[in-house]
């Protein structure tokens, strides 16, 4: 391998990770319609759940029909078409602030290749296209050793710091750390190890009562997000059960602890991924074990 072919292969490489790739996907509508069909909604939750841990910049949803039907016919149901998929992404725990177009196209006109391909064509064409653009992915800036030694910010306490220390009825304590996977009721495998850890702060510390209040993100009005494991739209309890049937199995007293769904109330208003969440509010406080 020449330099050449070496200094072209560096520059694709370079390019490749500089530059974040667009993920697209198309959910296909039967005629006349703007419900998405069974099969296609299925298709969309297993797009959907890819985008998990893609740190995302927008999302862009354009909703199309093929060329039957009147022009203002058709701009309307593609609109639709496009409302729909933008509700499902709502349902599903993907914030709107990252949704910035959802726009109905209209038609896309029919190029016959033969007469046996026009079905297929208008119905390739009864569609809506998604496009999510991920973040550019920044270099980490070195930081000069004179503007590191200059200030010394206070750590905050961890979870199991909280629980050791002194503690009170009505405080409420946010697992930071303990991210759930978007749409289920299971964590990350990153926060499986901080949650034992939680678990056996808690089994030690045997004197505290509380509650595990479970929330999700991103949905309309308040209401709960659907568990896509159990179909049920009560993600938010099942998020907090799930945390209270691993503390069971890790040691803590299963009367010390009861368990509920907060729905979407309590949004924290930072990145949506830190409001599916679980955090446990105490409710009693004993005393100090002996």
Same mark, same amino acid.
């Given at each position: 391998?020449?330099?050449?072919?070496?200094?072209?292969?560096?520059?694709?490489?370079?390019?490749?990770?500089?530059?974040?790739?667009?993920?697209?996907?198309?959910?296909?509508?039967?005629?006349?319609?703007?419900?998405?069909?069974?099969?296609?909604?299925?298709?969309?939750?297993?797009?959907?759940?890819?985008?998990?841990?893609?740190?995302?910049?927008?999302?862009?949803?354009?909703?199309?029909?093929?060329?039957?039907?009147?022009?203002?016919?058709?701009?309307?149901?593609?609109?639709?078409?496009?409302?729909?998929?933008?509700?499902?992404?709502?349902?599903? @725990?993907?914030?709107?602030?990252?949704? %910035?177009? *959802?726009?109905? =196209?209209?038609? $896309?006109?029919?190029? #016959?290749?033969? +007469?046996?391909?026009?079905?297929?064509?208008?119905?390739?064409?009864?569609?809506?296209?998604?496009?999510?653009?991920?973040?550019?992915?920044?270099?980490?800036?070195?930081? @000069?050793?004179?503007?590191?030694?200059? %200030?010394? *910010?206070?750590? =905050?306490?961890? $979870?199991?710091?909280? #629980?050791?220390? +002194?503690?009170?009825?009505?405080?409420?304590?946010?697992?930071?750390?303990?991210?759930?996977?978007?749409?289920?009721?299971?964590?990350?495998?990153?926060?499986?190890?901080?949650?034992?850890?939680?678990?056996?702060?808690?089994?030690?510390?045997?004197?505290?009562?509380?509650?595990?209040?479970?929330?999700?993100?991103?949905?309309?009005?308040?209401?709960?997000?659907?568990?896509?494991?159990?179909?049920?739209?009560?993600?938010?309890?099942?998020?907090?059960?799930?945390?209270?049937?691993?503390?069971?199995?890790?040691?803590?007293?299963?009367?010390?602890?009861?368990?509920?769904?907060?729905?979407?109330?309590?949004?924290?208003?930072?990145?949506?991924?830190?409001?599916?969440?679980?955090?446990?509010?105490?409710?009693?406080?004993?005393?100090?074990?002996?």
């Amino acid at each position: 391998m020449n330099k050449l072919h070496v200094f072209i292969l560096c520059l694709i490489l370079t390019c490749k990770f500089t530059y974040a790739q667009k993920l697209t996907h198309e959910v296909y509508f039967d005629t006349d319609k703007f419900t998405v069909p069974p099969t296609e909604e299925s298709r969309l939750l297993l797009f959907i759940s890819t985008l998990t841990d893609i740190d995302i910049q927008t999302i862009s949803i354009y909703g199309f029909c093929d060329d039957v039907g009147a022009d203002t016919y058709n701009l309307r149901l593609s609109q639709q078409r496009a409302d729909a998929i933008k509700n499902l992404f709502s349902e599903n @725990e993907i914030s709107e602030s990252l949704i %910035t177009n *959802v726009d109905g =196209k209209g038609e $896309v006109l029919l190029k #016959i290749v033969d +007469e046996k391909n026009a079905i297929k064509i208008r119905g390739l064409n009864r569609k809506v296209e998604i496009i999510v653009t991920p973040k550019p992915k920044i270099e980490p800036k070195k930081v @000069e050793e004179e503007t590191a030694t200059v %200030t010394k *910010v206070e750590k =905050k306490k961890t $979870v199991q710091e909280q #629980i050791k220390g +002194e503690i009170k009825a009505g405080d409420k304590i946010v697992f930071e750390n303990i991210l759930f996977k978007t749409g289920y009721a299971t964590v990350t495998p990153n926060s499986k190890k901080t949650l034992e850890s939680i678990a056996k702060a808690l089994a030690e510390r045997k004197n505290i009562y509380f509650t595990i209040q479970g929330h999700v993100c991103c949905t309309k009005f308040s209401r709960d997000a659907i568990d896509r494991k159990t179909k049920k739209r009560n993600l938010s309890e099942a998020r907090a059960k799930y945390v209270h049937d691993y503390f069971i199995k890790k040691g803590v007293d299963k009367r010390r602890m009861r368990y509920m769904g907060m729905r979407r109330k309590f949004p924290l208003g930072g990145d949506p991924k830190f409001d599916r969440r679980v955090e446990i509010l105490i409710t009693y406080v004993g005393k100090e074990n002996p």
